[in-house]
């Protein structure tokens, strides 16, 4: 239950973040604009300190829940991973961190940050990424889309949705985009959520925080088989099944591995049951 809450959560701020792209009319902003305002790195940007705090709190607390529910990067691609899934079921392997490749990315993320140069950091911004890949390569479909809507409107007599300039961005901003696309598009499909993991600096910085988290998933040795199913559904390949432990600080809190456990020996909760067990 708790999984299929995440993913339809996960859904609903993907498909509003993305209209928030494409909205032209300022209706989605005006209800659903908060959704920009909690995104982490636009937040840090601005020195939101109230938004930023409270998503720090709530990955102390619970581990990464916004990279699993509230950054549409990390939910696009779960969804290139799950369609990869439907052929290629339980195919991941656990790897281990790449800590120094993992730091040295956020090292010179900060500083491109503090050097002020925008336009390079803008690549590995997850928020930045996602909505240039919606609004170069979806935007001018979605005022084409509006534009033939429109057109059948008048044509009925209503004037409720009307006509608007159709933008086409330059051959550079679309091949950026098209490149992220791509480029993330075929890691998720290969390796899940190694983006997260490995290249991205929110990711890298939660994860951090993550590892002290409140609430985490854990394996319980005395009713684990060893079957490694957990492992080989777990996109963030953090699960050392082996030895019955869970990276926190790459767990993007999926909760994939507590459906697939089918002894019902992976658990989530706070860190004193845990030790309780123990």
């Given at each position: 239950m708790?999984?299929?809450l995440r993913?339809?959560a ?22 659903f ?6 995104q982490f790195l636009p937040?840090?940007?601005?020195v ?10 709530a ?5 990464r829940?916004?990279?699993?529910v509230?950054?549409?990067?990390g939910?696009f ?7 990869a899934?439907?052929?290629r ?11 120094i490749l ?16 925008g336009?390079?950091?803008?690549l590995l911004a997850p928020?930045?990424?996602y909505?240039?890949?919606?609004a ?7 005022g ?6 429109a057109?059948?409107a ?22 950026v985009?098209?490149g992220?696309?791509?480029v993330l598009a075929?890691?998720?499909w290969?390796?899940?959520?190694i983006?997260?993991?490995?290249i991205?600096?929110v ?11 409140f609430f ?17 559904d777990?996109?963030?390949?953090c699960i ?8 926190l600080s ?5 909760l ?11 658990t989530?909760?706070c860190?004193?049951?845990h030790?309780?067990?123990?």
């Open positions: 708790a999984r299929r993913i339809a996960a859904i609903a701020c993907m498909g509003l973040v993305t209209l928030l792209f494409l909205d032209f009319t300022g209706t989605i902003h005006r209800s604009g908060w959704l920009a305002k909690i937040a840090l940007l601005v939101n300190v109230a938004v930023v705090a409270a998503i720090l709190l990955t102390f607390v619970f581990g829940i916004y990279c699993s509230l950054c549409p990067l939910v691609q779960d969804v290139v991973s799950r369609i899934g439907w052929k079921p339980h195919r991941f392997k656990p790897s281990p961190e790449r800590t993992r730091y040295s990315v956020l090292a010179v993320f900060i500083l491109l940050v503090i050097l002020g140069l336009s390079v950091f803008a928020y930045s990424a909505g240039r890949m919606v170069a390569m979806l935007g001018p479909l979605y084409m889309g509006n534009n033939l809507l057109q059948f008048e044509r009925s007599g209503s004037y409720a949705v009307y006509r608007v300039d159709v933008w086409l961005h330059g051959a550079e901003t679309l091949g985009a098209i992220t696309f791509v075929v890691l998720a290969r390796k899940g959520r983006y997260c993991n490995t991205c600096p990711g890298t910085l939660l994860g951090s925080v993550a590892r002290f988290s985490r998933p854990r394996i319980q040795a005395e009713q684990c088989t060893g079957c490694g199913l957990c492992a080989r777990c996109k963030a390949t050392d099944s082996a030895n019955h432990t869970v990276d790459r767990c993007v809190l999926c994939n591995c507590l459906e697939s456990c089918r002894k019902g020996a992976i989530y909760a860190k004193e049951r030790a309780q067990n123990l």
